[in-house]
């Protein structure tokens, strides 16, 4: 006879198993979503963080700004891991663009020789940072076959046309372009767009807007072979393709710099949606705010650029990251003056170095459990880094003066260490 407590038993594991599998996972956090302009509940269907972030165009590198946008990247999934996440993510190299063919030819070096020297450059900035290193680290190059075969399938779809060797998207046969993450009309669009590299005047496509799927080759050119002659990939292509050949159709997490919101990551969303016919390509859209210096965004076009590499022969790789995390990654911020700031992170470290260095006592141990608080609700307030600090920075005194009664201070140090590597730290300086 079957026992009734037993088929019950199986029935609540079924239900609970359904529960578990049908629903998504929440965490604690909220963060801004450029996709809904609101601050939404981060959310996973099994527990993994699929996220991809815009790698750089290695001709210059690593100035700040670059360097606040992969720190910020590197904090979010730090901060998800320590929240019991598992996470997955793709950075990629732009490493064939006009940029870098015009700078290969003002130094007289060839275009690849070039790419490569800057890109171990900004992959050494990164590791003195410690920034975490991706799990794929593709180059556009490496995804010529699929990205030659997702320009084909948009063409066969109505989205893309060929003329003399190009490859351009019509804008005209989507009527929800560049409407995801930016209230723009027409005239707008153009002007932002033709600003980030696009050619209006060229008398091969039927809309200014229309944008390079498929370069045709241009003399002393690298080139590849297509089905529309030798060429080179347009620029917005290339993200698509390589975050969907490691991440699938969905990401949970794009982000990389607030002015790649418009044209770059509007073209990515409309390319790749029309290709998987599966939407949305992105859940959440972390962007992160432009750096400012002499007034101007800090860029390789403008060349007003402070490097990591000159930094931080003066100061600490974690006095660098605590400089960064004080500004919120959605506030646009000037570093003309950035000495006291970072003189001010090198006193905090400063102050936290002595407290994990206080000797064990046989006290009463010190409850670091209000700081942990105030560090994780600060966090999950969308990510407000600057804030998280302060709790650090709370924690760290009130040990400091604990310790002057004879209390314990092993579990606060624990505490102090564990929160500093959720924003990076290794305390390996004074």
Known sequence: MINPKAILMVKCYALLHYVNSSHQKVTNLKLYNTLTKNLDDVTTEDGKFRMYVCGVTPYDTTHMGHAFTYVCFDVL?????????????VQNVTDIDDDIIKRAREVGMAWDELGNRENEKFLRDMDALNVLEPHHYPRATDEVPRIIEMVQTLITKGHAYEVKGNVYYDVSSDDQFASHLVDMDYDEQLKIANERGNFPDDENKDDPLDFVLWQAAQPNEPTWDSPWGPGRPGWHIECSAMSMHYLGPTIDIHSGGADLIFPHHSCEIVQSERYSGEAPFVRYWFHIAMVYLEGEKMSKSLGNMLFIRDMIKEYSADAIRLYLLSHHYREEWHADDYEPGLTSATTMLKTWHDVLHLPVTDGTPIDPTPYREQFTTAM????????????????????????KTNANPVQAQATLRELGAVLGLVFDTP
């Open 380 to 403: 999950d307030n969308d990510m407000d880094t600057n804030s998280a600090i302060q709790a650090i920075d709370a924690l760290a005194k009130h040990t400091q003066a604990e310790a």
């Open 77 to 89: 999934a730090r901060y998800l891991e320590f929240s019991g996440y598992e996470t997955l993510r």
